[in-house]
C-alpha cells in the first residue's frame, strides 16, 4: 500500500527551513521508492532533500540524506522551480522531507512526500 502525505506550509520567510514532515515507514518496512515534491514560488538557492533515520523516535534523531532512487549515490536536491521533484530510495524506518527556501519568500508552500511498496 502507498503511504502519501501532504503539508501545506503556507509561508516560509527567505532562507527559511521546514522539516515537518515526518513519516514513520514501519519497523520492516517494504517501501522502494519515496518521492518528495515542492509546489510554490521559485525561488533561487532553495533545496529539496528527503532525509531518514534510524532513530526518528528520539529527541534529537540523527537525519542524513537519503541514496538516489537509481544508483547508490546520494540523492541530490533538483533545480529551482515552482514544483520540484525528487526521488530516493529508503533504507531506515523514519524518513523526512527538508525543504530551505531560497532568496524569494514563499507565500503557498506545499511539500508532499510519498513512499511506493515494492
Avoid: Y
Avoid at 515534491?37 to 533515520?53: N, P
Avoid at 542524513?64 to 533504507?91: D, N
Amino acid at each position: 500500500m502507498t503511504a502519501h502525505r501532504r503539508l501545506a506550509v503556507g509561508a516560509l520567510a527567505i532562507s527559511g527551513a521546514n522539516s515537518a514532515l515526518v513519516m514513520d515507514l514501519g519497523r520492516e518496512h517494504s517501501f522502494r521508492e519515496l518521492t518528495a515534491v515542492k509546489r510554490g514560488a521559485a525561488s533561487v538557492g532553495e533545496t529539496l532533500l528527503i532525509q531518514q533515520a534510524h532513530n526518528g523516535e528520539a529527541e534529537t534523531p540523527t537525519w542524513v540524506t537519503c541514496p538516489a532512487a537509481a544508483g547508490g549515490a546520494l540523492a541530490e536536491s533538483p533545480a529551482s522551480g515552482t514544483a520540484m521533484v525528487l526521488s530516493a530510495r529508503p533504507t531506515a524506518r523514519w524518513v523526512r522531507v527538508l525543504f530551505t527556501n531560497g532568496a524569494t519568500a514563499q507565500t503557498a508552500l506545499s511539500l508532499e512526500l510519498t513512499a511506493w511498496p515494492a
